[in-house]
């Protein structure tokens, strides 16, 4: 195995990373959290990789661990993740921690290892996995595996019934079966990532979080539906998303950053929204921080119940026929209206009106299907949203701009020309790219 050192503050950042990189690249790691530290144990081990913060404590660490590897002689790959400055030696530079596609295939690359390599990773039947990590997890989506004393592995729970965490031992390991392990994996960091703060995040790092987290909840509430558990996160992703809104004045920077960290297209999509309809709650005369809070409610639900970004894509009868989904993915696309107003029917103290609105998102009064026509007796909240949700689509089109705010608004009004809509457009107009 090749020993990696990283150079990381945060513990749950370190769980993902040894988690990933264990399980991915195999490899073996020692961290370190203090620049001192990093700086003391460099040639310490006989390190393969260094995987580092561009900045700590205030200090540039990469730099200085890069003139320190000068001092030392060390011809070592060095990683670099995070803002800050980023050493000319350095072999592969990230500037979010939780792209993880990104860290694997970098830590791979600088070793030297194939994906073919990596896929073809000799790996015994069950694979371990730390009971911490397991304490996690509400609903594995595997079966989990004990060790007994003879070596046998037993059954101790079934894939998706909820885990009774009282009967687990603690501090050992469980297993789980070597095909599904990444699946297992994959979960256990979408937990831990739910963890993060978006305080301790830098702005490409809450991109990153954001669009997991949004994924998580949404496997979470078609699968356990409201719980404390899925509240929590949900509050936590809707504060998220408002406050991207306020930390970005300008949309085309916000844009820029989704795009510059893949984020996906629902994600992008559920963001933009939201940005949209609170500019225009904000600007128009009867907004107050209530309605601002409905409406942000409103844009992150609304979707919830969209599995992947092909569905999400989808936005009228024609092009839900056409697509090439099965049956079950075009019956969820047809009712996922429906199915995100009743989820948020049972959502303690949901604002007024909001699991209305929801249903009616796609023009049809019970929730099903499409309609291209929106009834005339729409509330004013369900007209910000109805021309939100298109200048998103307008906007998301374009990828990386240049966004013709004047051509898009007249696409707006045409689309809706009934005065009603009129209002909402022209505090569209203002925004800026
Ligand atoms: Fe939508
Ligand atoms: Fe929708």
Redesign the pocket.
């Known amino acids: 195995m090749s020993l990696t050192l990283l150079v990381e503050s945060n513990p749950r950042i370190i769980d993902i990373y040894m988690l990933n990189l264990s399980t991915y690249v195999g490899l073996d790691i020692m961290v370190v959290s203090t620049v001192n530290d990093a700086l003391q144990v460099l040639d310490k081990q006989p390190f393969k990789l260094i995987i580092s913060r561009a900045s700590m404590e205030q200090k540039n660490l990469a730099e200085l661990i890069a003139d320190k590897m000068g001092q030392l002689q060390l011809t070592i790959p060095l990683f670099v993740i995070g803002h800050g400055v980023y050493p000319k030696l350095a072999t592969g530079v990230l500037s979010g921690s939780l792209d993880l596609k990104g860290v694997v295939k970098g830590a791979a690359q600088a070793l030297g290892i194939t994906a073919q390599q990596m896929a073809q990773k000799k790996v015994d039947d069950f694979f371990p996995i730390h009971s911490r990590y397991i304490q996690m997890i509400n609903f594995p989506n595997t079966d989990l595996y004990e060790k007994t004393a003879e070596g046998q592995y037993r059954l101790i729970a079934q894939s998706h019934k909820k885990l009774d965490h009282s009967t687990l031992a603690r501090d050992t390991f469980f297993y789980v079966q070597k095909l599904d392990r990444l699946q297992m994996v994959n979960l256990i960091t979408s937990e831990l990532i739910s963890l993060l703060e978006d305080k301790d995040l830098n702005p490409d790092e809450v991109i990153q979080a954001g669009a997991s987290n949004l994924e998580l909840l949404s496997k979470k509430l078609m699968s356990i539906g409201i719980t404390e558990e899925t509240i929590q996160l949900a509050k936590k992703s809707m504060t998220s998303l408002s406050q991207n809104v306020k930390k970005n004045k300008e949309l085309g920077k916000l844009l820029q950053r989704m795009l510059s960290n893949q984020a996906g297209y629902l994600f992008r999509?559920t963001q933009v929204?939201t940005y949209v309809s609170l500019h225009i709650v904000k600007h128009i005369d009867w907004g107050t921080p209530e309605q601002e809070d409905k409406i942000n409610f409103i844009c992150f639900f609304?979707?919830i119940a969209l599995e992947n970004d092909v569905q999400?894509k989808i936005k009228n009868k024609e092009e839900l026929r056409k697509s090439t989904l099965d049956t079950r993915e075009k019956n969820l696309v047809e009712k996922h209206a429906q199915i995100a107003a009743e989820l948020v029917h049972k959502y303690p103290h949901a604002p007024m009106g909001a699991d209305q609105i929801i249903r009616q998102?796609h023009g049809m009064l019970n929730g099903a299907g499409f309609s291209d026509h929106f009834g005339a007796n729409l509330s004013p909240m369900a007209i910000v949203f109805v021309v939100a949700?298109e200048f998103t689509r307008i906007i998301i089109e374009k990828e990386n701009g240049p966004y013709d705010v004047k051509e898009m608004v007249k696409h707006l009004k045409t689309a809706f020309p009934t005065s009603r809509f009129q209002k909402m457009i022209e505090i569209v107009e203002k925004i800026t790219f």
Do not use: I
Request: glycine share 0%.
């Open positions: 999509h929204v609304h979707d999400a998102h949700e």
